[in-house]
């Protein structure tokens, strides 16, 4: 072999194994920088693979996908799902779901969990010593993971770590990172409010073991950053601790749920802020409007013609907060949920603009903010919820 050659690989090989470094999707201004999270309770068809791909070279495949088609093996499902993306954009890369506290029984690993693994290995009551029911799924009980216990650690870091080498995917989405600090949990389960650092603790040790075994070139992103006052974290603003170790997070609430006033939007662009300065992704998941979600029954009782109609017309205004405070490596998420129907392979009209670099960084005065791209115009009144973005295909 020519000695340049093998100079050459072993150069690149050295750069791969730089502690620290990261396979990051491949970001551009050009328009729009979109992220897909969603689910599919059956294998996605050709044309909704295709459509994947065309929006997005970065996305998540939920829970439950593909428990459908494979009720036994749904994971294999979401791996051949994911290859399939990224057959179709060869710069795709798909992040496999895996839940920090939460043993959603969707996936062969889980299934009855609290039944197949060690007592210990289950959240349980402090008084009772019975699993500490988390919710259901149909008739099915759903428990959690005792983050406490170093062997139930090491078996959830091996597991999703090794899934993720083992069906290629690019990375692993970290869900519900601060969930187990909840004083409903803290106090049944964990042992009192004193826990919390401690599952802090236990949260970090999981995600450098996971690191680990999938290997810098791999992503761990994990859910969330927080912002609510007296919230269920206990926080006003949460989430940052962990940001060392992963190479990114979501803001999964962003103007939704317990997240909807114009102070909670400052505090998600500094944390996004923060992140952005330590050169990490930000995934900025956006609503249509603060009741527009899954959990709405009535929205959902719609036609799919007219949620998708609403949120069409509703775009502007979460997609001019996410331009106010995008950075790079910042990703914009819009639909009313996390299944493949709730408005995430919609092809809205804005993801085809021209969108360039920007200018700057946003210009405030009072709760107005204005920001301007190459080929966009941004301008916000968080006070009043009003947006209005100017497209300029020059």
Known sequence: MNKALVLTILLLSSVWAMPGYSQMPEFSWDSVPVYLHFGSKRQMTDQEVKTAARLSSFICLEKAHGRLTNPEHP???AAADAQRIKAANPNAKVLMYWNTLIAWPFTSYNFNFAETHPEDWTLRDSDSGEPLLKAKHGSTPVYQYNLLNPDMRQWWSSTIGGAVNEFGFDGVFMDAISQAKRPLWLRKG???MDKASDLDAAAIEMMKQTKAIMGDERLLIYNGFRSKAGGPDGNAVAGTEFLPYADGAQIEHFDQLSSVTKEDML???????EAADAGKIVLYKAWPDHDINWLNKKFMAKPPAEKE?????????PLACYLIGARENSYFCYGWGYSIEDGQLVDYPEYARKLGPPKGRAQRHGWNFRREFEHARVTLNLEKREGKIEWSEE
């Not at 505090?267 to 802020?273: E, G, L, P």
């Not at 109609?309 to 205004?317: F, K, W």
């Open 309 to 317: 109609a609403i949120a069409r017309n509703s775009m502007t205004y």
């Open 267 to 273: 505090a998600y662009w500094r944390m996004a802020n």
């Open 75 to 77: 994971e294999r499902v």
């Open 190 to 192: 964990f042992g009192g």
